[in-house]
């Protein structure tokens, strides 16, 4: 079993900051990719940030100078930080991990976490 906790959402004016981490626990051997999806009311999930265990780092347009994202690997866990926030911004925030779940097994699975809502007004 893997768990992904994450925190950090909360209401904030536009042109503010949130910092959202995910720590993922449990049962498995490597992590592969980590990133963070949205999804905004009546909207598809996207992807907004996603960064390899080699620390290469792919962005949606949207976030694209205005977030950022990292991780650190001796806790597992990754954040994304969002400055300059715009009420399109509002949406619930999923982190995502791809890991291995265990040594002899070379495809790695997806797991989300239970998604953390961000706010923001105008």
């Known amino acids: 079993q893997v768990q992904l906790v994450e925190s950090g959402g909360g209401l904030v004016q536009a042109g503010g900051s949130l910092r959202l981490s995910c720590e993922a626990s449990g049962r498995f051997f490597m992590i592969n990719t980590m990133g963070w999806y949205r999804q905004a009311p009546g909207k598809q999930r996207e992807l907004v940030a996603a960064?390899?265990?080699?620390?290469?780092?792919n962005y949606a347009d949207s976030a694209k100078g205005r977030f950022t994202i990292s991780r650190d690997n001796a806790k597992n866990t990754v954040y994304l930080q969002m400055n300059s926030l715009k009420p399109e911004d509002t949406a619930v925030y999923y982190c995502n991990i791809q890991a291995r779940p265990s040594i002899v097994v070379f495809v790695p699975s997806d797991y989300w976490g239970r998604g953390t809502q961000v706010t923001v007004s105008a």
């Open positions: 960064i390899s265990s080699g620390g290469s780092t």
